[in-house]
């Protein structure tokens, strides 16, 4: 077998072996014949760079990285190719270096190897097929680095992702946990509050049994403690439907329930019954709205709670003789609803603090009304639902008070 048959036959085994990965080489020599040499041969299996020159060959290094640089060691200028190979390690580090020289002279090798870190050097003139294994040999170490850096930052990323998930993790567990703790003070609230509430009007229902167990009493003193009972049931009712209210709004999984309904008919049947309460304090109840108001997407239940809340609130601390008006209009998917009253009005302390669990007004209610101070904090968790707004216009006591509320609410369009 012929020298040249030898090398054809061993390129096209080490080419096969080698498809997964096609090596970068810069070959740097003075010698244009050689370098043309250089590259028919090797680009058969490789992208092949050459440079007659250490300037354009620094220019290559930095552009392409190469996984391999082959440089004659004198070259026809000032640098010499092992400063050249030097120079190129903080260009790329992880490039492989080998050396061609005439000489064979080991302390010079020794300094080049050590000085420009040269994985193999090789005499001339150069045998082909020799410098083909070296190639690969080193352009493989130079791709497993390569993976291996991949796989590295792979790694790295990951851990990354990982850390920040964990972080994401650990912050809404942190929240969970800080929501218990609010869940916890306001069930604890909740309790003392219940049982400070609830003392009077049980206290009046025992007087009340007491007074129809002694049987001493006439009619007149029978509709008295039938009235008693009747308020006290009442303040014992509102403050368990409000404690009710407040814990099932505050779980966390809580979700509106809308229906389809009509804005104009919902507000005439949810205020009706105040009608008779304002009617017996002689408070003119006055509704402002047309009948043009539409079919709408919301939650009828917890719509209801904010506007008995706000009318009763209205009347409550308004004294005989004044008046309450409701006001509601749809604008472009918003709801605006207001009601205005004559009454009490509230202190710059009233109005920052209103929306604070059992927080209670400096007024009293007009008319001896019980309050659980709840009312207005489950306007605003409402409120709060529908990404709306409310807001609080008084002129201090005695001047009366506005309460405006805007809900984000889609119209029903008919098909």
């Not at 605003?380 to 216009?393: A, F, L, P, R």
Request: glycine letters at 4%; one cysteine or more.
């Amino acid at each position: 077998m012929s020298h040249k048959e030898y090398q054809r036959k061993s390129t096209h085994m080490t080419d096969t072996s080698a498809n997964t990965h096609r090596p970068t080489l810069l070959f740097v020599d003075d010698e244009p014949d050689f370098l043309s040499s250089l590259e028919d041969y090797f680009s058969t299996f490789a992208e092949v760079y050459t440079a007659a020159d250490t300037t354009t060959a620094l220019t290559i290094v930095e552009t392409y990285k190469p996984d391999v640089i082959i440089c004659d060691l004198r070259l026809k200028e000032a640098m010499n190719g092992i400063e050249f190979l030097e120079k190129t390690i903080t260009i790329s580090p992880d490039s492989e270096r080998i050396l061609i020289t005439a000489f064979g002279d080991i302390h010079s090798m020794i300094n080049a190897i050590n000085r420009a870190r040269l994985s193999y050097y090789l005499n001339k003139p150069v045998d082909f097929h020799q410098l083909k294994m070296a190639v690969l040999q080193l352009s493989e170490i130079t791709h497993l680095r390569h993976q291996n850096n991949n796989l590295l930052d792979t790694l790295r990323s990951t851990n990354t992702e990982l850390a920040e998930t964990v972080e994401i993790r650990n912050e809404e567990l942190r929240q969970a946990y800080s929501h218990l703790q609010e869940l916890q003070k306001t069930r604890e609230q909740m309790v003392r509050t219940a049982v400070h509430d609830l003392k009077t009007p049980i206290g009046n229902l025992e007087l009340v049994l007491n007074e129809l167990e002694r049987g001493t009493y006439n009619d007149e003193d029978f509709k008295e403690l039938v009235s008693i009972a009747r308020m006290s049931s009442g303040i014992m009712r509102t403050l368990v439907e409000d404690m009710l209210t407040v814990a099932v709004m505050s779980q966390p999984q809580y979700a509106l329930n809308e229906d389809v309904f009509n804005l104009s008919e919902f507000f005439e049947i949810a205020i009706e019954p105040f009608y008779t309460t304002a009617q017996n304090k002689n408070i003119q109840l006055i509704m402002n709205w047309g009948d043009n108001l539409p079919d709408v997407y919301a939650d009828p239940n917890q719509l209801r709670q904010l506007t008995l809340n706000l009318v009763s609130n209205a009347i409550k601390y308004t004294p005989q003789g004044g008046t309450v008006t409701v006001h509601a209009q749809y604008n472009d998917g918003v709801l605006l609803f207001s009601v205005t009253d004559t009454g009490l009005g509230m202190t710059s302390d009233d109005i920052a603090n209103a929306f604070q669990e059992f927080r209670r007004l400096s007024a009293r209610p007009t008319g001896n009304e019980s309050s659980t101070g709840l009312g207005l904090f489950i306007v605003k968790k409402v409120v709060d639902m529908y990404d709306g707004t409310v807001n609080i216009q008084s002129d201090g006591q005695g001047k009366g008070t506005t309460f405006t509320v805007t809900l984000k609410l889609k119209q029903a369009i008919e098909e």
